[in-house]
């Protein structure tokens, strides 16, 4: 498995305030993705990257933003944290980013509350 | 997008085989099929693909029909780690992974 690492793991944060989370990996994947799940929804793509400096907007991007200046981190950064953004939050990594036989490996997810 | 469609629970008894189905009839000839799985509390982590033949890896088999519409995954021997929620997903050449909703899989002991 890839060595995905997510940070902080849990968070709790009032609306407004920014908010930072953290992606890690050790596989020297190319592209990096940040999900969210939500009940009734299932995972949703917010942005991914497929290198360094490269970045693309999923189906919810609005509110999000993310940055990858290495290729082992990838930063998700909510400006101004709303209520609607509570959630859980998962990083994945696949080493191609597309094709058939591409899968993406997944971190343990951030559970991220905003009051 | 190509679609699929998956019961949402299914239940099966410790011990015994599973066999979770996945409809996609819209299915084109590139498309291969992919299951992930997701453990409660957890990511999903990736169970197996195939594109025609059936393939078998150490966590489970898949079964693809001969017209592709249809597939199935099964887990030869259930435990209550097998407990998950099973996404089947077909994966485009230059397509993103898309999750639908999944298989609630409950094992009863």
């Known amino acids: 498995d890839a060595g995905i690492t997510q940070s902080p793991r849990h968070k709790v944060t009032e609306t407004g305030t920014p908010v930072t989370l953290r992606c890690h990996q050790t596989?020297?994947?190319?592209?990096m993705y940040w999900y969210r799940q939500d009940p009734g929804h299932g995972l949703r793509l917010i942005h991914y990257?497929?290198?360094?400096?490269d970045t693309d907007k999923g189906e919810v991007s609005d509110g999000y933003s993310v940055s990858r200046s290495k290729t082992e981190d990838f930063l998700l950064t909510l400006e101004s944290a709303t209520s609607s953004q509570t959630s859980v939050y998962f990083c994945?990594?696949?080493?191609w980013g597309a094709g058939g036989t591409d899968t993406q490996y997944f971190g343990p997810g951030t559970r991220l509350t905003v009051l | 997008d190509a679609k699929t469609t998956q019961p949402n629970s299914m239940e099966s008894n410790e011990e015994e085989p599973v066999h979770l189905p996945c409809n996609h009839s819209?299915?084109?000839?590139?498309?291969?099929i992919h299951w992930y799985r997701q453990l409660p509390s957890q990511g999903p982590e990736y169970v197996i693909h195939?594109?025609?033949s059936n393939v078998n890896n150490r966590m489970a088999s898949l079964a693809i029909a001969e017209d592709r519409k249809s597939s199935t995954l099964i887990l030869h021997r259930a435990t209550l780690r097998d407990a998950a929620v099973y996404y089947c997903?077909?994966?485009?050449?230059?397509?993103?992974?898309?999750f639908g909703k999944g298989t609630r899989l409950h094992i009863l002991p």
């Open positions: 819209t299915i084109s000839g590139t498309d291969y």
């Open positions: 994945a990594t696949s080493p």
């Open positions: 195939g594109l025609t």
């Open positions: 596989e020297n994947h190319r592209y």
């Open positions: 997903i077909l994966r485009r050449r230059d397509d993103k992974i898309i």
């Open positions: 990257s497929y290198g360094v400096k």
